[in-house]
């Protein structure tokens, strides 16, 4: 072993790690070419008569040229302005709006299909005696959806956050020796290539009762440790020895694949961690430079042969001093729709601890345009700031919430112990409220064990937390309501009236006029209901705008307040005692531009005790 370059490369990356955010020179992100450009939608249906306007979004987010032309394909059907993509449908028909980058060819396209407008065609018939009573209230004119409002999502992250549950698989050498890269040695001995092969000793592997677990349980995404903090690598690295395929098992798993195949079955996404600590670099006592150049060799790797991957996951945990911006650039070049997790995105970010829960205010945006952006690079006080995010931050990179299922005292245990703790199915119905019901999303660690499975243990805990959840959510007491508002955008109910947060459809949505941001919203039950459970969501594809808001109850006649919260984003579930009515009003008391909500849901949670 090499101590004195170790110790060097050691300080270096120390410097870089997570608990001690690093600054980098500036200046070093100049002139930064745009590599791909992303709508907020791929398809889009529209009526004739609407206006609309797509949100674009520029990788690299620090590319230097963030200015986007737009164009319609058949200006006969869609007029569209090429400054600020402000759009209408003029005729039926399918066209496309394409977003191209200025001075560039890089350019991004939606299909529009337009349809018939909602409104009942004129009278062909028209009556010639003037009506002599005429209406004093003609029915109001679609004024058009709102526009998008700060920074907005890409649709990869949109389709992400909608998944809510994910599960992340800790497999490795680890699994055996119970030693993982965070242990200062290896079974008490130095950190060695030979030890770490002989430590992994599967028998056998069902990769597929792992996904299985997942799938049958509603998680959506699973994401697994290709290469863990001790360098050993779950498939043939072509960068690496320290692998599954120098190993002595006969017929050695490439796991990455054996998941991969596991997640085309059962139809769930996948999603890879790569640790950029690695022991077995320590060792070697190669260079910071000649690292990142393997290592991003291996995330090409594994981008192309296990594509599609929409989630790479960077852990700050001494991830050194890359070049971070173009690291990622290896994920977009094959995948520009790929969710890339950080401490600091820029797809989605660590929410600041690892017990899973976000903070009660949650903005899913954060400042990291023009900061050199590493895995942990962030302001003072960054913990905090990634648990509530950035009420007007640059950057739309929502919270992920990641935790274990396995503890070892109160410490998460990341990797298979037979004599760990776990949390209770009680425990995560918590941590569910406070991550997808905060605006994050959940992401439990359920380590397969040395036996290749998910163990009985964890999986009759995460089966009871699904039958809980299930339970809690299988009756919404909004159903039969009738919901209207103190204002509608344009008086145009049809198109933005608040029952649309009745109707199941993600698409429809309530909002206000541009300049009003403060609306009452009543929805009138179809009886007398007790609930305790109150879920709002926010269109994001829009951005996200409210503050603050209250809910109410009808007590006696009279509006009572329930309980008060502050930011909504993709979804907020407030949580609070019984109460028993037929009317429920919401509040919105402050928002940062017009209120745009799909949902609206009302639940009693009987089962968990919380
Ligand atoms: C941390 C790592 O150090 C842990 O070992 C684990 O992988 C967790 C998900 O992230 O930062």
Redesign the pocket.
């Known amino acids: 072993m090499k101590f004195g370059k170790w110790a060097v490369w050691m300080a270096a990356a120390l410097l870089g790690c997570?608990c001690s955010p690093a600054e980098k020179p500036s200046g070093t992100e100049e002139n930064i070419p745009a590599t791909a450009v992303i709508l907020s939608r791929e398809s889009l249906s529209v009526k004739v008569g609407d206006d609309f306007k797509l949100a674009a979004r520029i990788q690299p987010y620090n590319a230097t040229n963030q200015t986007v032309n737009w164009s319609a394909g058949d200006e006969s059907l869609l007029q569209i302005n090429a400054q600020t993509g402000q759009a209408k449908a003029l005729a039926e028909g399918s066209t496309t709006v394409t977003a191209t980058v200025a001075q560039s060819t890089v350019s991004a396209s939606c299909n529009v299909t337009i349809t018939a407008s909602a409104k009942p065609n004129p009278d062909p018939d028209p009556d010639p005696d003037p009506d002599p009573n005429p209406d004093p209230d003609p029915d109001p004119t679609d004024p058009g959806a709102p526009a998008a409002y700060g920074a907005v999502p890409s649709s990869g992250q949109v389709a992400w956050q909608r998944q809510e549950l994910l599960m992340?698989y800790?497999y490795g050498q680890a699994t055996f020796s119970g030693w993982?890269?965070?242990n200062s040695n290896c079974n008490g001995s130095s950190w060695s290539e030979s030890l770490l092969l002989q430590n992994y000793a599967p028998t056998t592997i069902d990769a597929d009762q792992w996904v299985k677990v997942a799938y049958d349980n509603g998680f959506k995404e699973v994401i697994l440790?290709a290469k863990?903090?001790d360098g050993f690598c779950l498939w043939d690295n072509p960068e690496s020895t320290t692998d599954v395929a120098n190993t002595n098992c006969k017929n050695h798993t490439d796991v990455v694949k054996a998941v991969r195949d596991a997640c085309n079955k059962y139809g769930v996404n996948m999603g890879i961690?790569l640790?950029p600590?690695d022991r077995m670099i320590e060792v070697s006592g190669k260079s910071t430079s000649q690292y990142e150049t393997m290592y991003k060799n291996a995330l090409k790797d594994l981008m192309t042969r296990y594509a599609p991957v929409v989630e790479m996951?960077f852990?700050?945990?001494?991830a050194g001093n890359f070049n971070w911006s173009s690291v990622n650039q290896v994920v977009f070049d094959v995948n520009p729709n790929c969710v890339i997790f950080s401490n600091g995105g820029p797809g989605c970010r660590?929410v600041g601890n690892?017990n899973g829960d976000a903070g009660e205010t949650n903005w899913a945006t954060i400042n990291i345009k023009g900061r050199g952006l590493t895995p942990s690079n962030l302001p003072g006080g960054y913990e905090s700031y990634l648990s509530q995010g950035d009420r007007n931050g640059d950057t739309w990179c929502p919270a992920e919430c990641?935790f274990?299922i396995q503890q070892i005292g109160d410490h998460?245990g990341?990797?298979y112990g037979a004599n760990d703790s776990r949390k209770t199915a009680k425990q995560l119905m918590q941590l569910y409220y406070e991550s997808v019901g905060r605006n994050g999303v959940f992401?439990m660690?359920v380590p397969p064990s040395d036996k290749g499975v998910i163990d009985d243990k964890e999986k009759k805990i995460i089966e009871d937390f699904t039958t809980m959840r299930k339970a809690v959510f299988a009756t919404n007491l909004a159903e039969g309501a009738t919901a209207t508002a103190s204002s509608v955008r344009g008086n145009y109910t049809q198109g933005y009236g608040a029952q649309n947060l009745l109707d199941g459809n993600y698409d429809t949505y309530f909002a206000t006029d541009d300049n009003v941001k403060t609306v009452d919203i009543e929805i009138a039950l179809s009886g007398s209901k007790t609930f305790n459970r109150v879920v709002l969501q926010e269109y994001i594809p829009l951005g996200q705008r409210v503050e603050s808001f209250t809910v109410q109850y009808k007590r006696n006649g009279s509006w009572t307040d329930w309980k008060q919260g502050t930011t909504i984003g993709h979804k907020r579930i407030l949580m609070g005692s019984s109460v028993t009515t037929d009317a429920v009003r919401i509040r919105i008391t402050a928002a940062l531009a017009c209120p745009v909500l799909n949902t609206f849901g009302l639940y009693n949670d009987t089962v968990s005790g919380l």
């Open positions: 997570a992340f800790h993982d890269g965070e440790t863990h903090h961690y640790s600590w996951w852990d700050g945990n001494h660590w690892e990641d274990s998460n990341w990797f992401l660690n």
